[in-house]
């Protein structure tokens, strides 16, 4: 099941029902455009070019055309209607495409000066690109029925090259049969195949290669559609079926994984816990061992043993120092009646080797004395107990 739900979703939009009818009965015609126009008015181009071309009115003819959006000319074809028999025109009940077997070619990505050959019992049809997306020519050469095998595969060369002489061909593309409808990638377009060569159309492309009445088309494109519609349907449910039995599995795999790991996590919890009580007792011995604050032996560093460090004028209000997990920090509160000591007093201190950092912020002066901050920071391990700066 799940293979089949997997083709589904690859295969894309099923093929549509498409009907190729002979290229013999068509005249084809290059039709200049103008590639800013919408395709209301690429349509309304393509009816006057055919009504000039034919000897008969619109009306009695069967036509489509191919346009792409940019393209600077449109591809039209028309065959009169009498020439269809009753018996062709019903093949086409039901039928989503009817077009000749060469517009089914056309989406192909053919590199400029390009031809396709496709062969078929009345003859054989070129389809050539000069360049752009849509060919510039389609020709094609009747082959009358010849018993005889050598003499029918001699005529199909002859027409061959009478073909080929017609265009500056730099690529030629041999087909072996015709086209056939293949799985398109969305309901965005359509696509043909014939043997190694894959036209790809736009849907709304394809829909101006039906030859049929315009009126009649309205009717079958809302057929079709609804059976796209129908379509979607049927992935969306696949797709919600697929999410539910993924959930399912999902939770049944996740409350077996949840079980496994509660009890690994209960087996495993007087080991945790031993860990813990021993992490804990370690963190405290080394705040207790690493941890001290030193508060007269940072004094004593930045005054100096006989006080040489720290200028007269400069006096200490008062002296704090908090327990960090980084170096010692010491703050003094200060001041002093000659501000010019300040920066000779952080210059002698940044001096010391066990002075990582020194900072001082000074406050408003009042009455001529200057209050200043100054923090300093020494440098990991630096300090002993009981005796000052370490050698």
Known sequence: MAQSFFALLKAGPPPPRAVLVPDGLFFVRAVPVNPQDPAEEIARQVEIALEGASPFPLNQLYHGYYWLPGSSRALAYAAYRRRFTPEQT???????LVLPAFAALLGAAAEPATTVLLPSPEGLTAVH???????????????????????????????REALLRRFESRAIVELD????????????????????LLSRLPAEAAAALDIRDKDELKHLRAVRGRSLVAWRALVGLFLAAGLLALGEILLVFGGLWQTTRLAKMHAQAPVVD??????????????????QLL????LGAIVGKNLE?????VQFIRASCAPTSGPPVLTVEAQTDNP????????????????????????????????????????????????????
């Open 90 to 96: 019903e093949a086409w009940a039901g039928a989503e």
């Open 340 to 391: 010019g000591d300040i920066n000779v007093y952080r210059n002698t201190l940044t001096a010391l080797p066990e002075c990582a950092k020194v900072d001082i912020k000074l406050k408003p002066t009042a009455n001529g004395v200057t209050s200043f901050t100054l923090t300093v920071t020494f440098k990991p391990g630096s300090l002993k107990p009981g005796g000052g700066p370490s050698a």
């Open 177 to 196: 049969g015709p086209p056939e409808a293949d799985p398109s990638r969305s309901d965005r377009e359509v696509a043909f195949r014939a043997g190694s």
């Open 295 to 298: 508060p007269m032996e940072m």
């Open 129 to 159: 690109w000069e360049d752009g997306a849509v060919p510039a020519q389609v020709r094609f050469v009747a082959l009358p029925p010849e018993p005889d095998e050598e003499k029918a595969a001699r005529a199909r060369a002859q027409a």
């Open 274 to 291: 031993q860990i813990m009580t021993a992490q804990s007792l370690t963190n405290r011995i080394n705040v207790l061992s690493n941890k």
């Open 309 to 313: 460090r720290k200028p007269p004028s």
